[in-house]
């Protein structure tokens, strides 16, 4: 047995640790996180960034892991990949962390091929782009792709008798990625795309777009943009034209919501409810709504947690190629969002919301077979 | 209905951009400084704008305060920056560089202090949509268009109605002469770097009333403007005014012909090859 | 260890850049904010040339640099039409298509997705995958670059740049090539910006637009200018400071959600800083 040789020690630091916790409390476990903190994709990153931050000091408040306190160190890529692999490997060689929380596909597609080497077990939970499934070993998704997501939204639209439709998608790998899934899935179940057009990463102004594509009639528009969303609503609102809005995830916008405009609107929900004691809590911790992705990277911490418990109950060091061992035999988690890992990417439950001026309510399942 | 609808929402993001063209132009045409940090002063407007509509100050009253902290932030710019800089005899290069950093640096204050987030205004009138005749237009947009073309013609007023704004040009036009004429060049570079950012925060203002905030949000409209400044010929307010709402016109409505990722790329591509050819802009005076 | 590695690799690459910009900008005053366009060409070319197979790495990024002393040389021409500012926004707007072309053009570069799995350089039949075997080819690589400037510099050729720089209209009534002094020189820098592209892509093995914008090349504006414009030294001394600069600033103690934003204020103080007080930047002479 391997870890024979570990138990005595362990034991023996634990007799001493409860014999006199003020003097010798378990070493803190460091991780690593590259997000966009500042620059256009700042929005969604600092969002990430607060999910972590309020995991990490809830657990800690709790006496950590294992009485390990947990610690996180952030860099920013600005959504860079060079700036990207800068930032792995002075988290990897000065820090030694063994895992590192991810966004964004093309820092993350940059990262892959080094955590490969490096053995660093990476966790993404907000980039959606097909390619980052097979990216690396190391790297995990928490988010399905978006043809999971869109393939549910054209099985609901094809079965409510929708035939045409149009594409509004942001210029980037996230909305190129969503417009070919929908356009594929939605020919292959026989509907017919009339019209596409893109608008740019944080692009507020989309009447030109929208009048274009609403001229080619279509029975839906389907949108695949990460950011401002409440204007896309208002604008819709203003045109008032006849067609049934649907979107993906990225949707799930607080501010959006709440916008009377918004009513009808209807999209896939990847599943990250939280309580409302936990939004509460969230709120008055950090100062802001617990997002979408606040909600995901909190999920994402969560599953780190319960990884590191399960290495130090099986006294194993917390090595990115142990986490990932560990995180292949656990597989299903039961954190904010109920996940199992068959591949690099969770499969998550998805459900159908529709907006109705204020809240939302679920209307159909649409999780992915 | 298609066309005529893109057309209005062109002029009325074109006026603004015209603002914004006509601002920098003044700016440019004066003191030969290549104010990027003219986009920040642009973002801060809407910023003070936000906070004091937050604060319960009617909108207005909002509208000339946030004036007001323009107005400070470019004359102040011009008054520690680019004035002991013009008197070391620093490159354009230099001056450049110095704006830039400027452009940095009121950016990520405003994020540090406002975070990153989209920002949306509360005023519900600016939301409401008035039906023109087919047209659909929200009251931010309306508020735009007006104020914007009333600005410009105030400009076009006071560039040529008024001794300030003759004495403004005397400077532009020659500031060695200016000087030992007792124009006190020095000055007038303040003062007209203290209008055009009373100016600026015009649109800075009324844009972001009708989609929103973003800190960051500033340096495609001031590259759009200085793109109009430059193909309209410089020194010429009322071209770079009119080619901003050109440019912005022909970007929505080549949306008709052709697929819209291309559409910035084109109207790059079109000023590269204008440039080429006239380079002294279409309307520009001597 | 990896981390000094990267960092090296990144700056040399930054030093051939930097060489480029500090050519056309401090030395022949062709006030270029698009050298990351040229850039991305030469990254794009050698990637698309190492993933289908059909050359192998030396090869691909001499084709690289041919096409982009053909591309610097084209988009430096109308320099010799319109001066000073009228050229900088020309050039933006190069750099704007450049990257509207580099996002939309899916077939050659992946489009906004990137292009992703680009193998690792190769010389002779082997294949160099260690950071440690790429460092030294972006050793290599920067050292060339460097002789070659240097060498330049010290050439009648180079005086010759300078003196357009002081006194073009002289120049040309002395009777001598104003323009061929002026498409030579863009050629060179083009020729830089192709082989830092070719090594940038195999370092990084995934590129996409976002490397290649109009950030970058102000960055790379902002390393001539606080390295020192015209001399050799500024244009190393630059990026090795500017990609350290963000780890440096790290070491400030900042509540880490306002950290990125802080660092971002930090790094446009320097700037005015410069221009203010050290206009001539650390190594260089005056602009």
Not at chain 2, 13 to 28: D, M, P, Q, R
Not at chain 2, 68 to 80: E, S
Request: net charge neutral; hydrophobic share 55%; charged share 10%.
């Amino acid at each position: 047995m391997p870890h024979h040789a570990r138990f005595w020690p362990t034991a023996a630091a634990l007799a001493i640790t409860l014999a006199a916790p003020a003097f010798a409390a378990p070493a803190p476990v460091t991780l690593g996180a590259i997000l966009p903190l500042t620059g256009p994709g700042a929005v969604i990153g600092t969002e990430q960034m607060k999910g972590i931050q309020f995991a990490i000091r809830q657990q800690n408040a709790k006496g950590g892991v294992d009485g390990h306190q947990i610690k996180v160190v952030f860099e920013d890529d600005q959504a860079k990949p060079d700036a990207a692999v800068l930032e792995f490997n002075k988290l990897v060689g000065l820090q030694h962390v063994p895992m590192i929380f991810t966004a964004y596909s093309g820092p993350s597609l940059a990262m892959a091929p080094l955590a490969t080497r490096k053995h660093v077990l990476m966790l993404n939970a907000g980039a959606q782009a097909d390619a980052l499934g097979k990216a690396s070993p190391y790297m995990f998704n928490t988010l399905p792709t978006t043809a999971d997501e869109v393939s549910g939204m054209v099985r609901y639209l094809r079965a409510h008798g929708k035939s045409t439709a149009a594409v509004l998608y942001e210029n980037d790998a996230a909305g190129i990625g969503g417009r070919d899934d929908f356009v594929r899935e939605f020919k292959a179940a026989g509907g017919k795309i009339l019209a596409q057009e893109p608008s740019q990463f944080g692009q507020t102004d989309f009447r030109a777009a929208l009048l274009k594509l609403a001229a080619a009639k279509p029975q839906v528009l389907f949108v695949i943009t990460t950011a401002g969303l409440k204007p896309l609503a208002d604008q819709l609102h203003q045109m008032k034209a006849s067609w049934l809005v649907a979107g993906t995830t990225f949707m799930e916008d607080p501010p959006t919501i709440a916008d009377p405009n918004s009513a009808g609107i209807i999209h896939t929900q990847v599943v990250a409810d939280a309580s409302p004691a936990l939004m509460a809590a969230f709120k008055k911790e950090m100062g802001a709504d617990m997002g979408f992705f606040s909600r995901q990277y909190y999920n994402a911490t969560q599953i780190m947690f319960t990884l590191i418990g399960y290495l130090e109950q099986h006294h194993q060091p917390i090595t990115g190629t142990n986490l990932r061992t560990a995180l292949l035999h656990i597989k299903t988690f039961h954190g904010l969002v109920p996940m199992t890992f068959t591949s690099n990417t969770a499969v998550v439950p998805i459900d159908i919301k529709e907006m109705m001026g204020g809240s939302e309510k679920t209307i159909a399942v649409a999780t992915a077979h | 209905m298609l066309l005529l609808q893109l057309l209005a929402n062109g002029i009325v993001t074109g006026s603004a951009l015209g603002i914004v063209a006509v601002s920098f132009a003044l700016i440019y045409s004066t003191t030969r400084v290549f104010h990027v940090a003219h986009a920040g002063v642009f973002t801060l407007g809407g910023y003070l704008a936000w906070s004091l509509v937050r604060a319960g100050v009617p909108d207005l009253l909002a509208l000339a305060g946030a004036m007001a902290g323009c107005v400070v932030l470019g004359a102040a710019i011009q008054r520690f920056l680019y004035a002991p800089l013009e008197r070391r005899g620093a490159a354009q290069l230099v001056v450049l560089i110095a704006s830039l950093g400027t452009l940095a640096v009121i950016q990520n204050l405003l994020a540090a202090v406002y975070s990153p987030d989209i920002l949306q205004f509360p005023s519900a009138w600016a939301g409401h949509v008035f039906g023109l005749g087919g047209l659909r237009l929200t009251g931010a947009q309306l508020a735009t268009v007006g104020v914007d073309f009333a600005a410009f013609g105030w400009v076009m007023w006071f560039a040529h109605g008024t001794l300030l704004g003759k004495r403004i040009r005397a400077v532009a036009a020659n500031p060695f002469l200016a000087e030992i004429t007792r124009l006190e060049p020095r000055r007038v570079h303040v003062l007209v770097m203290a209008i055009a950012s009373a100016l600026v925060c015009l649109p800075g203002v009324l844009g972001p009333l009708d989609y929103g905030l973003q800190p960051y949000g500033g340096v495609t409209p001031l590259l759009t403007a200085t793109i109009a400044m430059i193909a309209g010929g410089i020194g010429s307010l009322a071209g770079a005014f009119f080619l901003a709402i050109a440019i912005v016109v022909l970007q929505n409505l080549s949306l008709l012909v052709m697929p819209g990722e291309w559409s910035i790329g084109v109207t790059f591509a079109i000023f590269i090859v204008f440039m080429l050819f006239r380079p002294r802009g279409l309307f520009a005076s001597g | 260890m990896d981390y000094l590695y990267s960092y090296l690799i990144l700056s040399e690459i930054y030093v051939l850049l930097g060489l480029s910009t500090n050519l056309l900008v401090g030395v022949v005053g062709i006030f270029s904010v698009s050298q990351a366009a040229v850039f991305g060409v030469g990254a794009y070319i050698v990637g698309d040339f190492l993933l289908s197979g059909t050359l192998s790495f030396l090869p691909a990024v001499a084709v690289a640099a041919v096409a982009c002393i053909a591309l610097n040389v084209l988009i430096t021409l109308p320099s010799l039409r319109v001066a000073g500012d009228y050229f900088v926004v020309t050039s933006f707007g190069i750099q704007l298509l450049a990257t509207a072309t580099f996002t939309n053009w899916t077939w050659g570069t992946g489009g906004a997705n990137g292009m992703p799995g680009v193998p690792p350089p190769d010389l002779f039949g082997m294949q160099i995958s260690s950071t440690r075997g790429i460092l030294a080819v972006s050793t290599v690589a920067a050292a060339l670059g460097c002789l070659a400037f240097w060498l330049i510099l010290r050439a009648p050729f180079g005086r010759l740049l300078k003196a357009i720089r002081e006194d073009e209209l002289a120049v040309a009534a002395a009777g001598k090539g104003v323009l061929r002094a002026k498409v030579s020189a863009a050629a060179l820098a083009g020729a830089f910006a192709g082989v830092a592209g070719g090594v940038y892509a195999t370092y990084l093995s995934f590129i996409d637009p976002t490397s290649f914008d109009l950030d970058a090349s102000i960055l790379l504006l902002t390393m001539v200018v606080v390295g020192g414009a015209r001399t050799l030294w500024g244009s190393v001394l630059g990026p090795f400071l500017l990609l350290a600069l963000p780890q440096l600033l790290t070491l400030i103690a900042i509540p880490t959600t306002y950290a990125a934003t802080m660092q971002q204020l930090v790094y446009g103080a320097l700037l005015i800083a410069f221009a203010l007080f050290r206009p001539q930047g650390l190594l260089g002479e005056r602009l």
